[in-house]
């Protein structure tokens, strides 16, 4: 098992702990980067706090009467979803 990941891998791996539980090896290998690297500690940081964020902000306006969207921009949403997903 190669210990030493790079940093595009790096920011991949970090990009992927978002959405989905990394392996062991995975855990491992981006804690010893994030470790010695300070730029990926850094984007690891930033891209959790965006993260958060935008969790916060769905939050709130979720249960805002006063934002709404038309018929039209939820159909486009949906299209959009849909068509990434297929």
């Keep these: 098992m190669k210990l030493m990941l790079t940093c595009k891998q790096a920011s991949q791996i970090i ?7 990394l392996s062991r090896s995975d855990r491992m ?3 010893f980067h994030l470790f010695i690297c300070g730029a990926c500690a850094r984007f690891n940081q930033q891209l959790r706090i965006i993260k958060n964020a935008i969790h916060r902000m769905k939050l709130d306006t979720e249960n805002d009467t006063s934002v709404q ?7 486009r949403i949906n299209q959009t979803i849909d068509s990434n997903h297929h």
Excluded: F, H, R, Y
């Design 69 to 75: 969207l038309t018929v039209d921009a939820k159909n």
């Design 29 to 31: 290998k981006l804690k």
């Design 15 to 21: 990009s992927q702990s978002l959405d989905n539980p």
